[in-house]
């Protein structure tokens, strides 16, 4: 859209008042959704999406660091129910001295003692890097490990929070400065990075860097990055590895964790990849390591950053939607939400920022609706001028030219080139006053209705109904100045004239049946200058023509009662016109009169015929074209 396009929108009055109404209701109205949550179910579906999505650009994976131990299926096949005995875990920590993980971390609550718990406790003091999971428990208690495995281990939180929709996307990596389980594995980790020398250079490993809690804070959360499926974390069953049947070089410096993954188990886990079946629970402590690993836990943008975004979004997108119709706004409607949902999962895979889905595209899409609304709010309000007064045509013609002609809620007063028709029914006074009230009304109606029929077939406008009289006006509301237009005016008012004729035999056909009385109508035709705008006061308007031209049509429509020979018709028309029409119809010439109210004389012709040439163009409907 060009600089002086955009100009001649602004200076239009009606946009002048409308112009930011639908793009601010929109802001508003997604601002609003935002505050009380509505946005939240479906920005939960979008994240599942993008990150389905996402898969498909690049190929992602699993920190390599990471091994699952799982108390599977096959593992209770062997051993029988969960909880396993805890000499099962001293032996699983005996098999893996042979090639000895960084660290250990078993996602199990060891809370009741048994008579095992000395020898496994030896086992985890021996290993040195061992983390046990500790959990909230009823009345505000912490549920540790029984003494002697808490005081030769680390310990973590495994609290985890699960979404509406029952993905876990959070995850709390202090609370009141208590350590999640991941973030406890992994300073185990770092002290075992610390005991181990690099080949090269016989120097220490680089620990990783782990978030601190934060004074004051009682809780530091973090969004969880699924990179791809936990089906993709090397898992090994636990009895398998008891057995010995994995080899002891998958474990050998690798971040270990174990947990009860067998079908129906007690944590379930549902990310993005899993939902139906969920996974388990110890698959969400490997995504925060993976995470802290890679430092690449999913960032979001501040809710400030946010609320800004829809109401930036709920502006432009109504003042660029305003502008099309209404095809290209559906076009537009699909394109830049699959747009949003591309950048927002280009952005994810290159920068793990999480930016918004559902609440941009959907403040997007409630723009669109709103500048239909208010589109459709103002052709109601055009639209009520011209309300039976014109065709279909006319009408869209009049919706998609709407800035020219509104002026501060009504139609501005425009001059221009128009032709007149005034038609009146003889004899009216007589037959009315031997007629009952309803049934002269019905009488009149029927005919006033055939009549705008076939003005409106042909392009005109009903001006108004005098009584018994109608008025009506080809070439408006736009000012036509090409010749060829205000010729094409004159000819389809002069054929408008013509069927208007013929209308009346069936029409009088009708009436017979009926026993009411024939109607006979004359018809005068002038083409000239008019000026065309709404007339009445601020509760009462009319949009109307006046001028001279307006006089001269309804003299000669006068002049029908004194000119018979000639006039099969009963059509007269101005000299004007009959210069614009005179290829297409045969004429005669009548007289040359002063008309009533005029001081020059007028050259009247009648209308006798339609030329063959433009006869049948007309019966096939192509001659009324703009």
């Known amino acids: 859209m060009t600089v002086k396009t955009w100009v001649k929108y602004l200076k239009s009055p009606i946009r002048e008042k409308h112009l930011f109404l639908p793009g601010l209701l929109t802001a ?5 959704l935002w505050q009380i949550g509505a946005w939240q179910s479906l920005e939960l579906i979008g994240f599942n999406l993008v990150f389905k999505t996402r898969n498909y650009l690049s190929y992602s994976s699993w920190d390599s660091r990471i091994v699952v131990i799982g108390i ?67 009345h505000q208690q912490t ?25 876990s996307r959070q995850l709390s990596l202090y609370i009141n400065e208590v350590p999640a389980f991941s973030i406890a594995l992994l300073a185990a980790y770092n002290n075992s990075l610390q005991q ?20 004051g804070k009682n809780l530091l959360s973090v969004w969880i990055n699924w990179v791809t499926s936990t089906r993709n974390i090397p898992t090994y069953s636990f009895v ?25 188990a007690n944590d379930p886990l549902k990310t993005p990849f899993e939902q139906t079946p969920p996974t388990s629970g110890i698959y969400l402590h490997a995504a925060a390591i993976d995470n802290l690993l890679n430092n690449r836990f999913l960032q979001k943008i501040p809710w400030q950053v946010e609320l800004f975004l829809l109401f930036t979004v709920g502006i432009i997108s109504s003042l660029i939607l305003i502008f099309l119709q209404f095809k290209q706004r559906i076009i537009l409607l699909i394109l830049i939400p699959l747009a949003w949902f591309i950048l927002v999962v280009l952005v994810l895979n290159n920068s793990h920022i999480w930016l918004p889905i559902a609440s941009p595209i959907g403040t997007f899409l409630l723009s669109g609706l709103t500048v239909q609304w208010q589109e459709q709010k103002e052709k109601q309000q055009l639209m009520s001028l011209f309300a039976r007064h014109v065709s279909q045509e006319t009408a869209d013609l009049i919706w998609q030219h709407r800035d020219e002609i509104f002026q501060n809620g009504q139609l501005d007063a425009q001059e221009m ?6 038609s009146d029914i003889r004899s009216f006074t007589t037959i009315s006053e031997g007629m009952k009230p309803k049934d002269l009304l019905d009488w009149l109606n029927s005919y006033l209705g055939a009549m705008a029929e076939c003005v409106q077939k042909h392009h005109g406008v009903i001006d108004k109904y005098i009584g018994d009289a109608v008025m009506a006006v080809f070439g408006i509301p736009f000012p036509h100045t090409r010749a060829e237009e205000i010729e094409q005016d004159a000819i389809n008012a002069v054929y408008s004239a013509i069927f208007m004729q013929e209308k009346l035999v069936t029409l009088n056909q009708e009436l017979k049946l009926l026993g009411k009385p024939a109607i006979n109508i004359g018809i005068g035709i002038h083409t000239g200058l008019v000026v065309a705008g709404s007339i009445g006061g601020y509760k009462r308007l009319n949009y109307s023509v006046l001028g001279d031209a ?64 433009t006869d049948s163009r007309n019966r096939r409907g192509e001659a009324f074209g703009r």
């Open 72 to 138: 599977d299926d096959h593992t209770l096949a062997e051993y029988g129910e969960f909880p396993l005995s805890r000499d099962r875990y001293t032996q699983l920590l005996e098999t893996l001295e042979a090639s000895p993980p960084s660290t250990i971390g078993f996602d199990i609550l060891f809370t009741e003692p048994t008579n095992a718990d000395a020898k496994l406790a030896e086992a985890m003091e021996i290993n040195g890097q061992v983390v046990l999971a500790i959990a909230p428990g009823l």
């Open 28 to 32: 508003l109205l997604s601002m609003g």
């Open 417 to 422: 080139v128009a032709t007149v028709l005034f």
């Open 240 to 264: 398998d590895v008891v057995n010995k049947k994995v080899a002891p070089s998958q474990f050998k410096n690798k971040i270990v964790l174990i947990g009860f993954t067998a079908t129906g």
């Open 550 to 613: 307006v006089n001269i049509a309804a003299r000669l429509e006068q002049l029908n009662k004194n000119v018979n020979n000639g006039n099969p018709y009963g059509i007269l028309i101005s000299e004007t016109t009959f210069q614009l029409v005179k290829q297409h119809f045969h004429t005669q010439k009548v007289e040359q009169l002063q008309l009533r109210g005029r001081q020059q004389l007028t050259l009247i012709y009648s209308i006798t015929g339609i030329k063959k040439e």
């Open 196 to 215: 181990t020398f690099t080949t090269d250079n016989n120097s220490r490993k680089t620990p990783i860097l782990l978030p601190q809690p934060e004074p």
């Open 143 to 167: 549920l540790r490990p029984v003494p002697i495995l808490d005081r030769v281990t680390s310990k973590g939180h495994i609290v985890s929070n699960a979404d509406l929709d029952g993905v």
